[in-house]
Structures are given as C-alpha cells and as structure tokens.
C-alpha cells in the first residue's frame, strides 16, 4: 500500500509556471505507475500525464503535451508534474495517483492540491 500527499499547487496567471510534487510512503514506491489527475469545477476528473514504474515510458493528455513534464525519483519517492505556459483552462484541483503491478486502475490517491490559473 502506498499513501500519498500533493503539494505545490497555487494561484498564479496565465503564462507563469508551476511545480506540483507528489511524496509517496511506501518501500515499493519503484513498482508502482504513477500519474497526475485533474478536475475542475463541474467537470469529471480526467487523466493528465503518467508515468510507469522503473522510469518506464510516459504518456500526457493532448491538452497539455509540450507544456507539462512528469517525472519520478525512486530515491525519494517522489513524483512531480512541472507545468510551463499556464492556461486558464488549467484551473482545477490535483491529484497523484498510484497504480501497483497487478492493478487495472489507479487505485490510491492523495488529496489534491489547488491550481488555480488568473487570465
């Protein structure tokens, strides 16, 4: 099992950057896949970037490819989402998700964190 906690998020405007991290628990941090999720206000939540265990291949929503990086440090049991040329469309709470080997969908998540994106 594997717990996990967002930090990062903020107000900021169009264009600026932002760095969200995601501090997982666990030993087996290596073995499981990781992504962000997003949800605004009145929407589902939808998948925005993954990334596989062992620095496996990563995959990104069209709407953010080229402008969002995820990438993970199975030292420290991180995982981040650096986010370029922010949009207002990009407002919306954060959330890390887990996936382990065997599982078929991502079944841990941490809390969220806010983003929220000034036109």
């Known amino acids: 099992q594997v717990q996990l906690v967002e930090s990062g998020g903020g107000l900021v405007q169009a264009g600026d950057s932002l760095r969200l991290s995601c501090a997982a628990s666990?030993?087996?941090?290596?073995?499981?896949?990781m992504a962000w999720f997003r949800q605004a206000p009145g929407k589902e939540r939808e998948f925005v970037a993954g990334i596989s265990r062992n620095f496996g291949p990563t995959s990104y929503a069209h709407s953010v490819k080229g402008r969002f990086t995820i990438s993970r440090d199975n030292a420290k049991n991180t995982v981040d989402l650096q986010m370029i040329s922010l949009k207002s469309e990009d407002t919306g709470v954060y959330y890390c998700a887990a996936k382990g080997a065997y599982d078929s969908r991502y079944n841990y998540w941490g809390q969220g964190t806010q983003v929220t994106v000034s036109s």
């Open positions: 666990g030993r087996t941090f290596s073995m499981y896949d």
